[in-house]
């Protein structure tokens, strides 16, 4: 299963965000931080502010702030809301499916008790699970630090992604 660019943007504009809660940010500083397009920008934080994940102000101190704190940001919540649809094949839809084993085929239930896991798993894991390392994603994004391509990532005592993959396998 792949998540959509647009999916991935939306998080991307949230853990920005929660590296940079002390003042508000701009589309456009998301999108350098990222390397991404401004304009793909723009659709994704309307979307992210209309399910009130964000806020934004116009003006020139305007910008976009978290909508509500990171432990109330359920990943899997979140993919749901961004992603428009879950057919990892064609039988998923019922209604369109010309696959001519579909009423008999087996595979369909395999998938989606994949999928079931899969969203099972997103749904254990909020915002604030995967930027407790927000002292290294804030250098990088909000700094212009690079990391692996350039210079070296700044140390500290932050809990490290190995540490949160234990965490995670022991929820699921």
């Known amino acids: 299963m ?20 002390e003042s508000p940010s701009t589309i456009t500083e998301v999108a350098n931080a990222f390397g991404i397009s401004r304009n793909h ?3 994704v934080v309307h979307n992210l502010s209309t399910n009130g994940y964000i806020r934004t102000t116009r003006g020139k101190k305007g910008g976009m702030v978290l909508g509500r704190p ?4 359920s990943i899997g919540a979140l993919v749901r809301k961004t992603e428009p649809d ?4 064609e039988c998923f839809g019922e209604e369109t499916s010309t696959c001519p084993i579909d009423e008999v085929c087996s595979l369909k239930f395999v998938l989606r008790s994949a999928l079931s896991s899969f969203l099972k798993t997103l749904d254990s894991f909020t915002l604030a699970d995967i930027t407790e390392n927000s002292g290294l994603l804030r250098p990088i994004l909000v700094d212009g630090v690079q990391s692996r391509t350039g210079k070296v990532r700044p140390e500290g005592p932050e809990e490290s992604v190995s540490s949160l993959e234990r965490r995670g396998a022991a929820r699921v």
């Open 70 to 73: 990171p432990r109330e940001i």
């Open 86 to 89: 879950f057919k990892i094949v």
């Open 41 to 43: 920008l723009v659709k």
């Open 2 to 21: 792949q998540l959509t660019l647009y999916t991935d943007y939306s998080i991307r504009v949230l853990l920005y965000l929660s590296a940079k809660p």
